[in-house]
Nanobody, 123 residues
Framework: QVQLMESGGGLVQPGGSLSLSCAAS????????MAWYRQAPGKQRELVAA???????KYAHSVKGRFTISRDRAKTTVYLQMNSLKPEATAVYYC?????????????????WGQGTQVTVSS
């Protein structure tokens, strides 16, 4: 089993920056792609960014150019640097990981999920 623990959420003003981290523990040898999803109140959980073991990345159109996903060399921690934050970024941010080496197409292909961390963008 794999456990994912997010950290770094909080309150930030519009235009500000925030960095999230997600550390994996347990059977980390089994995980390949990792990703960040977010869920705003009353909305579906949506992909923010994903990264493969090889470093290939994918971003939601709404965050491209402002958010950066990265991974440590051990490939057990994934980061999300969020710049130029907008109020619509307010959501619970979840870390996810998949066993398959291929970058998942949909949310159902991720095998492990963290508990989430709240990000609030407000003045």
């Amino acid at each position: 089993q794999v456990q994912l623990m997010e950290s770094g959420g909080g309150l930030v003003q519009p235009g500000g920056s925030l960095s999230l981290s997600c550390a994996a523990s347990g059977s980390t040898f089994s995980i390949n792609p990792m990703a960040w999803y977010r869920q705003a109140p009353g909305k579906q959980r949506e992909l923010v960014a994903a990264i493969t073991s090889g470093g290939s990345t994918k971003y939601a159109h709404s965050v491209k150019g402002r958010f950066t996903i990265s991974r440590d060399r051990a490939k057990t921690t994934v980061y999300l640097q969020m710049n130029s934050l907008k109020p619509e970024a307010t959501a619970v941010y979840y870390c996810a990981a998949a066993r398959s080496p291929l970058l998942p197409v949909g949310i159902h292909e991720y095998d492990y999920w963290g508990q989430g961390t709240q990000v609030t963008v407000s003045s």
